[in-house]
């Protein structure tokens, strides 16, 4: 008998020793994945077995849904026909956990928020985690459970992501990427290059909240609020809301990193328009005003992560307001300025002592490293 056919022989039928190991391989295989390290190694962003165990022992079990048990490289799903959108974002605040939220769930609202404003309502995310060597698989647990909540109910899927792991120190403990993806279901097209003269300018509650919450949390101010939350939430409910009551919506936008200035300069110059903004009007609340003044700066640069900004015809500017305050998370809508055309670009605000200032984009970021 040759060698070839020996081979053939022993591979067609494994002996009772070479069976027992491969049942006991199988066997292994069909185990429910765990995690028996404490921390994040080098070895789970190797792409193998500790890599494997990552995905399918925190990520797969706690995401499971039909489109991402394949654990391919993407996620095919079917669309009806029409317009889609897509949006990807980064997150690496500091700290990680924060009052009202966490990193987790501030990656998901924000990419669903990028989503809703735009006018698409949000399907499906990615997920693309780097971790830091040394990482607490436990803080990698709490992440992955709040996004998972924070997706239910937002009503999306995470559908496919990546894992990658660098050297202790070179990251802090954990970075997340989302994209998502949504389909348009009107033929609305909104933008704040259609904002025109007469039109209402409007926030969905204070601002400020969640800039300041970070600040606080970092501990590197003497100063404390103890009632004060991020106000980090998912706004694809009031969109649909506000949408479905007012035909003359022609933009919106997340208040996220600049705060509200920063979106009424970028509205300002893209539309030729200038909008006028009566301090007064803003909805801030006591502790972020009083945290601002000691810090220096201004709420209305101040980031929010559940707080939108609308411009809608000036003639249904309270049909908006109604529509707005009808919903949990517009409670506290107000109507805080109009669109003007002279001078055209600017952004100005007519102070509560009665005088006026140009609000400008800020030249640096007062509060880095808050989402």
Not at 354 to 362: A, C, E, H, N, S
């Amino acid at each position: 008998m040759s060698t070839s056919e020996r081979v053939s022989t022993r591979t067609d039928q494994p002996t009772d020793r070479e069976q027992q190991v491969l049942d006991r391989i199988d066997k292994a295989r069909r185990r429910k994945p765990k995690v028996r390290e404490e921390r994040v190694t080098l070895a789970h962003g190797s792409g193998g077995k500790a890599t494997q165990t990552l995905i399918e022992a925190v990520f797969l079990d706690a995401f499971r849904n039909p489109l991402l048990e394949p654990l391919e490289d993407s996620a095919s799903f079917p669309v009806d026909a029409g317009r889609m959108a897509l949006t990807t974002d980064s997150f690496v605040v500091s700290p990680l956990f924060f009052p009202g939220g966490d990193i987790g769930e501030l990656a998901v609202n924000g990419t669903v928020n990028d989503l809703a404003v735009a006018g698409a309502r949000p399907l499906h995310l990615t997920a693309g985690f780097i971790l830091e060597e040394g990482f607490p698989i436990e803080d990698l647990r709490r992440i992955v459970t709040s996004m998972t909540a924070a997706a239910e109910t937002a009503g999306v899927q995470v559908v496919t992501g990546d894992t990658k792991v660098v050297q202790r120190g070179k990251a802090d403990g954990c970075y997340i990427n989302t994209t998502g993806i949504g389909v348009y279901e009107h033929a609305r097209e909104l933008g704040v290059a259609t904002a025109r003269p007469g039109d209402a300018v409007l926030v969905s509650g204070p601002v400020g909240e969640h800039g300041i919450t970070i600040m606080l949390e970092r501990g590197e101010l003497d100063i404390e609020a103890d009632d004060l939350t991020s106000d980090t939430a998912p706004l694809n409910g009031l969109v649909t809301a506000l949408l479905d009551a007012v035909p003359g919506v022609r933009a919106m936008r997340d208040a996220t990193r600049g705060g509200v200035a920063t979106i009424l300069n970028e509205a300002a110059r893209a539309a030729n328009v200038s909008v006028t903004v009566h301090e007064d009007a803003v909805p801030v609340r006591t502790e972020v005003r009083g945290a601002s003044e000691l810090l220096g700066i201004d709420p209305l640069y101040v980031a929010c992560e559940g707080r939108l900004v609308a411009i809608v015809d000036g003639e249904q500017a309270d049909d908006a307001l109604t529509a707005l305050r009808a919903h949990p998370l517009g409670t506290e809508a107000a109507i805080i300025g109009r669109i003007g055309d002279d001078p055209p670009g600017m952004v100005l605000l007519n102070t509560a002592f009665g005088g006026t200032r140009i609000m400008d984009l800020l030249v640096g970021d007062p509060l880095p490293r808050i989402c």
